[in-house]
């Protein structure tokens, strides 16, 4: 049996630059990976056939349990490996659904490595990349889920050598957003262009960063769903945040911390204040972390 853990993905800005000629909008996004997501367990199938169990607080949110992206990756593996055998899959799903954090695209990448490992083969990055990039345009960054600035579609990657990590606290109202609904809302504005974000190396240098950065996002998804501006306001008063935000399409919204305990005592009074939300403290992966494991 193999275990994989499928990280929460933060989108600490996200920055639109126009339309592509395929309709698709161009965009710069600077992501990290937190510790705490869905896990995996992939073992061979006593049956003729995979299958996929899903179990945790939000697996009933799954609309089509039988179509969805952890079996689209089984498929897509088989289709560069088809001496694969059958599979089962129990899927712990504690990320909200809709949510803005990746929890889709992150279940696809640990799957991806889970099937790779107890298939014992080495696709290579290459063949590795070109599957995770046919699953959808977050894929990609989530198979080595350490902080990158992602471009393009999300294909291009910039893994960022000295990226720090943080107390997290991450709020969701309880909403689920489409992400096509939500950039087909979009204004077509943008913030800008991302620079330089590889020079960065600790919390205040990051911090400064990021507040002359933006998501182009927010306000269509503030339209879809008001909340999010509520969850944004609760944020902002912590007294000990740093920076916050919206990931994403939304509606979770992040507040960065100086470290895992202030994380902690925010998300107690958050959840004081909004008891009937999602809250969660947690720690943001740094660049030289392994966020990732399959045992």
Known sequence: ?????AAA?????????????????????????????????????????DCLRMTGDFS????????????????????????????????????????????????????????????????????ITAIARSLGADVPVCVTARPAVIRGTGAEIEPLANWPGFGLVLLNPGVKLSTAAVFAAHDGGSSGVLQNAQAIG???????????????????????APVVQQALDLLGCQAQVLHHGMSGSGATCFGLFSDLAVARAAAKKLQEA????????????????NPWSVD
Request: charged share 20%; proline share 6%; with cysteine.
């Open 202 to 224: 600790n919390q205040r240098q990051a911090v400064n960063y990021l507040k002359n950065t933006a998501n182009d996002l927010t306000p269509a998804a503030i339209k879809a």
């Open 274 to 289: 909004a008891p009937d939300w999602w809250i969660r403290s947690a720690v943001s992966y740094p660049a030289k972390a």
């Open 60 to 127: 009933a949110a799954i609309d089509d349990p039988d179509h969805n992206l952890v079996t689209a990756t089984i498929a897509a593996f088989r289709q560069h490996y088809p001496q694969a055998g059958p599979v089962a899959v129990d899927l712990q799903k504690n990320l909200p659904v809709a949510a803005g954090i990746g929890g889709g695209s992150s279940d696809a990448a640990a799957c991806l490595r889970a099937l790779c490992q107890i298939n014992r083969i080495n696709l290579g990055a290459e063949n």
């Open 1 to 5: 049996m193999i275990s994989a853990f």
């Open 9 to 49: 993905k933060i989108n600490l800005c996200l920055q639109l630059n126009g339309r592509r000629p395929d309709g698709y909008y161009d965009l710069e996004s600077l992501v990290i990976f937190a510790n705490i997501g869905d896990h995996l367990r992939v073992l061979p199938s006593r049956r003729q056939h």
